[in-house]
């Protein structure tokens, strides 16, 4: 693609993959997860966003409307995956799973945008070990601490915003918060020494 930015786009959707995958993580849940691979709900939100170039907003600091727009996109896959699913469960699992696509999904230009813009095989291969370790750690935290570490840490939103959502008051939100991402830090903490034995 010889549009300019191009390359600048695809280096900043790089830059935010491992934010990415943590936020479909929290809204996907279990049971998406265990019929999605958290990847193709990723690589579906790169394509949307490649798709949909022309809304992308201009790069700013810690790219935080790059992440606003990403998160639409990504609550929008999920809701299209869920959407497949039960297609496929009313249709006695003979649908397969697809998720909408554009064109651009099958002739490889989201892969030409990030071509060499990535990280190496092995820097790669420990992402995904770290990101394992993140989501088995996440999975065993209290329902009401994934919702606001997901809220608050993924989706960005603030303590007030999150308190109306979750039906708290804004200083329970904080604690809560406060509360969840330690339990997280001992989850992964467990899990590290529990590998290590």
């Known amino acids: ?13 790089v830059a935010q993959g ?4 943590l936020l479909l993580m929290h809204l996907a849940g279990r049971k998406i997860r265990a019929a999605i691979e958290l990847e193709d709900l990723a690589q579906e939100v790169y394509v949307r966003a490649v798709a949909h170039a022309s809304m992308v907003p201009p790069e700013e600091p810690k790219d935080l409307p790059l992440r606003r727009f990403l998160a639409k996109l990504a609550r929008s896959a ?13 249709g006695g699992g003979v649908t397969p799973l697809r998720l909408e696509r554009s064109d651009w999904s099958h002739t490889g230009l989201l892969e030409s945008l990030v071509a060499g813009v990535g990280p190496g095989p092995a820097t790669e291969a420990g992402q995904w070990e770290e990101q394992a370790r993140l989501l088995a750690a996440y999975d065993r935290l209290a329902p009401d601490q994934r919702r606001v570490l997901g809220l608050r840490q993924f989706e960005g939103l603030t303590a007030a915003e999150t308190g109306r959502r979750m039906g708290r008051s804004e200083d329970a939100v904080n604690s809560l918060y406060r509360r969840a991402l330690d339990a997280w830090g001992a989850a992964l903490r467990g899990g590290a020494e529990g590998a290590a034995s």
Do not use: F, I, N, Y
């Not at 693609?1 to 959707?13: C, D, F, Q």
């Not at 491992?18 to 995958?21: D, F, I, K, Q, V």
């Open 18 to 21: 491992r934010w990415l995958r």
């Open 1 to 13: 693609m010889s549009e300019p930015g191009a390359l600048e786009l695809g280096e900043r959707l």
């Open 78 to 90: 999920v809701v299209d995956a869920v959407r497949a699913l039960r297609a496929r469960k009313r």
